[in-house]
C-alpha cells in the first residue's frame, strides 16, 4: 500500500505500550471467556492477527505542504481575477448589466416666490404627463388610442398618431396636466400609455400677477420671463442623481430598485415686496377702468416712500379679439414706454426753485401762447388750452393750474442743462432700480432744438416707463433723495441712495401738489382719499400717431383735430407722521373721455385707499391746511375768463 505511510516501523504489529502496568489500551481489550479470567490462545479469533488491531494511518508532512500549497494558489487566482475585473473591467461583461441600470437626474424642487408676508405668489406642486411606448400600441391600436385620448388631452390628434406611430420607444404625448385629467386618461387603461409626475408652477394671485410680474418658466421648469428669470439661479437649486433598475428591454422599472446616488438640493425661496392683496385689487381696478373707458391699454405701480419697495405693479390692455379687458404677458409699468405729459412738470417747477430765481409766490407773466422759432424758420407755439386771456400766475399756481406755457417759462428760468440733469437725476432716461427682464429706460436725448426744452418742459418729446414717473415722485416725497425701486427683501436697504433736490425745494413741491388736490382751481380733486393728505400731479398727454403727422392722428374732433391721449394720475399719500406711499396710474388713449382727472384720479383713489387699509396707516388726525398755496390769481385784464378744468396737458 504505497499511498500511506505507517508510524512507528521498528513495533510493526504491536502497541507500542503493550506490557506497561495498567495499560487499558485497545490492546488490552479481550473478550470475557466463560469461566476464566485468562484467554487461551484458542480464544483468539482465529486468521486474524494480533498486529492488525493497533496499525494507525496518518497523512505524511510532504502530502499536507502539497495540499497547502494547491489551496493558495487557488485562492490567489480567485483573488487576481476579481481584483483585475474591479480595476480593468471587461466590457462584454460589464455591458450586459449596464443595459439593466439607468442613470437620471433627480430634479430639485424649485423655490416659491412668496410676498412681503411670506404668502406664495409662485410655487411648484406635481402635476402629471401623460407619456407612452409607441412599441407596445399595435398600429391597428392607434385610431382607437387617440380618439380615447383626445376627449381628455389638448395635444392634437394627428400629433398624436404621428408620435404613436415613430420607432421611438418614449414619447410625450401631453405634459403637466391638471390631476384629474391625469386621472381620467390612467382610468382609459390603454396599452403602453402611462403617467408620472413633473412640478408644475401654480399662481395662487391669478394669471394676471403670475404672467405679467411673476413670469414664466419653461416646460423643463427653467425660468425664461419675470422674477422668474431674474432668480432663477437661486430658485432651481441643485439636481441629484439617482440610478433605476429596469428590465432587460428596459421597458419596465423593476418594484424598489431605485437608489439615490446624490440627492437633490432644493432651491431657496425668493421674498419679494409685493403685497398680495394690493395686487390683486390694483389689477382688478385697472381692467375696469381700461374697460369703461374702452381704453388700449391701463397699468398702475404702487411703492413705498421710505424704502423704494414696490408693492405692486399691473397692467391690462384689450383682447383684439373679445374687446375685453385681460391682463397682460409683460409687466408694463417697467417695460411700455410713452410720454408722460404734465406728471413731468414738477421736474420744471423744482428745477426753476432750485435755481433760487423763483419761489412759491413769485408772480410770472403766462400769456395765452408763446411762440418758439424753430431751425428751418417756422415757429412753434406753446398754448394751454381752454385759455383765451393772458395771465399772471404764481409758481404755485402754474403746477396748480398744470399751465403748459407756465411750465416752460419756468423751464427757461432755470436752463436747459439744469432741467435736463434734474430729469437724469430724478431717474429718467435709464432704468429703474429693480433690474426687471426687457426694461425699458426710456428715452431722454439732450435738448438740442430750440422747441426741446419748452417740450421737455411738459412731458413731450420724451419717453418713460411707469417705474421712471414714481421713482422721481417718490425722490420728492423723500425729502429730496431718490431711492431706486425694490421688488425682493434681499434688495432692501441695498441700493445706494441720492440726492436729487434740496429738502426744502421738495417741501415746497409737496405743499405746491397738495394743492393740486385741494385747490379750487387744481386740476385733480377726483384723486382725494378720505383721511389722508394726497399730493399729486394729473397728466393729459398727446401722444405720437401711426399713420399720422405727428401727433395729428385724424380728423373726428370738432376742431379737425384727433389725439391719442395718455390720461395719468401720480401722487403720494401722507398722514401726520409724513409721506407713507405712491401710487401711479396710466390709462392710455381711453374714450368718451381724456383728462387725467376724469380718467385716471378716480382708479388712483381707489387703489391708494385699499392700500391704506391694508397697510393700516393711522389717518390724519390734525388739520389740514394748503395755505401755502392758496395765493389769489392776477390777470391782465378786466374780463372774467372761465378756465376749463384742465389745460391740455393736465
Not at 475585473?85 to 442613470?103: F, H, K, M, N, Y
Not at 434740496?502 to 415746497?508: A, F, G, N, V
Not at 392722428?553 to 409724513?578: K, L, M, V, W
Amino acid at each position: 500500500m504505497g499511498n500511506r505511510c505507517w508510524v512507528g516501523a521498528g513495533t510493526r504489529g504491536r502497541d507500542p505500550l503493550a506490557g506497561r502496568a495498567g495499560h487499558t489500551g485497545p490492546a488490552d481489550l479481550r473478550r470475557p471467556v466463560l469461566g476464566g479470567g485468562g484467554v487461551s490462545p484458542a480464544g483468539r479469533r482465529p486468521g486474524r492477527s494480533r498486529s492488525t488491531t493497533s496499525a494507525r494511518p496518518t497523512v505524511c508532512p510532504n502530502r499536507l505542504r502539497t495540499l497547502c500549497a494547491v489551496f493558495i494558489i487557488v485562492i490567489g487566482g480567485f483573488g487576481y481575477r476579481l481584483a483585475d475585473l474591479q480595476l480593468t473591467p471587461d466590457q462584454a461583461l460589464a455591458e450586459p448589466i449596464s443595459r439593466t441600470l439607468r442613470t437620471e437626474d433627480l430634479p430639485a424642487q424649485r423655490g416659491s416666490i412668496v410676498d412681503r408676508l411670506g404668502r406664495p405668489l409662485a410655487y411648484s406642486r406635481p402635476a402629471p404627463t401623460i407619456v407612452a411606448d409607441p412599441r407596445l400600441i399595435s398600429t391597428e391600436q392607434v385610431p382607437y388610442v387617440v380618439g380615447q385620448l383626445a376627449s381628455f388631452l389638448d395635444t392634437d390628434p394627428e400629433v398624436m398618431a404621428r408620435r404613436l406611430t415613430s420607432d421611438s420607444r418614449f414619447v410625450y404625448l401631453e405634459r403637466q396636466v391638471d390631476p384629474e385629467i391625469g386621472d381620467a386618461v390612467m382610468a382609459l387603461g390603454l396599452p403602453g400609455v402611462w403617467s408620472y409626475e413633473e412640478p408644475r408652477r401654480e399662481h395662487p394671485n391669478g394669471d394676471c400677477t403670475g404672467l405679467s410680474l411673476m413670469g414664466r418658466v419653461d416646460i423643463d421648469h427653467l425660468g425664461i420671463s419675470g422674477l422668474e428669470k431674474i432668480h432663477d439661479q437661486t430658485l432651481t437649486g441643485t439636481p441629484g442623481t439617482r440610478a433605476i433598475e429596469v428590465s432587460a428591454d428596459r421597458s419596465a422599472t423593476i418594484v424598489g430598485g431605485q437608489q439615490v446616488l446624490e440627492p437633490a438640493v432644493p432651491g431657496e425661496d425668493v421674498a419679494t415686496t409685493l403685497d398680495r392683496d394690493i395686487q390683486f385689487k390694483a389689477q382688478e381696478l385697472i381692467e375696469a377702468t381700461v374697460a369703461q373707458f374702452d381704453a388700449d391699454l391701463g397699468m398702475a405701480i404702487v411703492t413705498r416712500i421710505d424704502d423704494g419697495s414696490v408693492l405692486a405693479a399691473v397692467s391690462a390692455v384689450v383682447d383684439g379679439e373679445t374687446g375685453l379687458a385681460r391682463c397682460t404677458s409683460n409687466n408694463l409699468p417697467f417695460t411700455h414706454t410713452f410720454e408722460p405729459g404734465s406728471t413731468m412738470k414738477i421736474v420744471s417747477v423744482a428745477a426753476a426753485l432750485e435755481s433760487g430765481a423763483v419761489d412759491p409766490y413769485t408772480r410770472i407773466d403766462v400769456p395765452v401762447e408763446k411762440p418758439y422759432p424753430v431751425d428751418d424758420g417756422r415757429v412753434f407755439h406753446v398754448r394751454d388750452t381752454g385759455r383765451y386771456e393772458d395771465r399772471v400766475y404764481t409758481t404755485s399756481e402754474i403746477l396748480i393750474r398744470s399751465s403748459n406755457v407756465g411750465s416752460s417759462t419756468l423751464a427757461e428760468v432755470a436752463g436747459p442743462d439744469a432741467v435736463w440733469g434734474l430729469m437724469h437725476g430724478f431717474g429718467f432716461g435709464s432704468v429703474s432700480g429693480v433690474d426687471f427682464p426687457g426694461e425699458s429706460a426710456g428715452i431722454l436725448e439732450p435738448f438740442l432744438s430750440t422747441v426741446a426744452l419748452p417740450t421737455a418742459s411738459y412731458g413731450q418729446g420724451v419717453s418713460v416707463t411707469a417705474a421712471q414717473v414714481i421713482e422721481s415722485f417718490n425722490a420728492v416725497a423723500n425729502g429730496g433723495v431718490r431711492l431706486p425701486l425694490s421688488l425682493t427683501g434681499a434688495e432692501l436697504g441695498t441700493k445706494a441712495s441720492e440726492r436729487v433736490i434740496s429738502e426744502q425745494t421738495s417741501d415746497l413741491l409737496m405743499d405746491m401738489m397738495q394743492g393740486v388736490v385741494e385747490h379750487e382751481n387744481g386740476t385733480g380733486p377726483n384723486a382725494a382719499v378720505r383721511g389722508y393728505t394726497v399730493s399729486g400731479k394729473t397728466s393729459t398727454a398727446w401722444q405720437p400717431c401711426e399713420g399720422g403727422v405727428a401727433y395729428q392722428c385724424g380728423e373726428d374732433d370738432p376742431d379737425g383735430r384727433a389725439h391719442h391721449y395718455t390720461s395719468g394720475f401720480a401722487g403720494i399719500i401722507s398722514n401726520d407722521q409724513g409721506p407713507q406711499f405712491s401710487v401711479y396710474v396710466m390709462i392710455d388713449n381711453p374714450k368718451g373721455a381724456k383728462f387725467g382727472n376724469q380718467v385716471a384720479a378716480p382708479a388712483f383713489a381707489e387703489i391708494a385707499a385699499y392700500t391704506a387699509r391694508q397697510l393700516q396707516i393711522p389717518q390724519v388726525t390734525s388739520g389740514v391746511t394748503t395755505t401755502a398755496v392758496r395765493a389769489e390769481t392776477a390777470v391782465t385784464t378786466t374780463t372774467t375768463t372761465t378756465l376749463a378744468p384742465e389745460s391740455q396737458d393736465g
